[in-house]
């Protein structure tokens, strides 16, 4: 597999995003509205139209709900951090991890959401424990890359499939020991054999979307969105406390769709709190409170697993 730095529009993208952060946003989100929004709505209409629902897509299960980088787009950053701290219980995540294998799942599982995993020193165990249990699904790891080293790298990378990094910065050059690492990597091919690695350039002090509101360096609109969001149709999102919120525009927690001490998350997906969301959101924003102004923009791996289904059934 490969080992690829991008800078998302390279060096004009970069000169946008520092000096010209919020007509970069916009510019950005107009375009990617434009790009995803048929296929956004396609899979809508198909998951609403389901007799069974389709599994996630994408589970986010968050272990401890810390980051350690400053980033001003995030209401998350140690700066602005305001949730309290939590870290989850490990046998509460066996018993997650065990739902899934029961649910059989397949799709993409990540061990983030508003955190920094390798801030969780179980980081590596857990990993080696949901490729034992669910060995169909993808693992993503998702990582700011500031605790990274080739030693963590190596014991991890048995036990993934996909490994981001977004090197946050404000001189546009990778930080020192993801320097190293992309090094190591490139000299040692073996490692990545059978794992795609990315690493992200991305600026620390960039505008994206106002994240429902919580963003501390975009305010919320006041136009309300009638752009498609999949989130609830394709993501779970699941807090270290055993809460399944909306999504991970939601980083104060305030939403609550169900919970895996009480209940399974096959249960929390099909159930009656997320069938209430997903009618609201079937034909847009407007329909629910948390999500009517809100920007967010879906991402392009959560658009192309929906492309990928829907392209399946027209075949």
Known sequence: MSVEISTYGGKLGWLAR???????SSAYLKLQYIKRRKASQEYIDYFCGSPVKPQPL????ETINRCNSTCSFCAANRNDESRPFCRMDEALFRK????????NYSGYLSLFANNEPFMDTRIIEFHKYIREK????????????LLLDHKKFEEIAPYTDLFIINNYCEDGKLHANIAELYKYLKRNPSLHEKIDVQIKIRYIGEVLTNRAGS???KKETKKVITEPCLFPYTDMVIYPDGKAGICCCDVKEVTNLGNVNSETM???WTGKKYESLRKKLQDGRQGNKFCEHCDFVDTGLRVKLARTVNNGRSK
């Open 58 to 61: 994408n589970i986010l299960l």
């Open 266 to 268: 096959q249960e929390i």
């Open 18 to 24: 520092k000096y010209l952060p919020s007509a970069a």
């Open 134 to 145: 669910l060995p169909e699904a993808k693992i993503k790891v998702f990582t700011n890359g």
């Open 215 to 217: 963003s501390p360096n």
């Open 96 to 103: 997650t991890v065990s739902q899934l294998a029961e649910w």
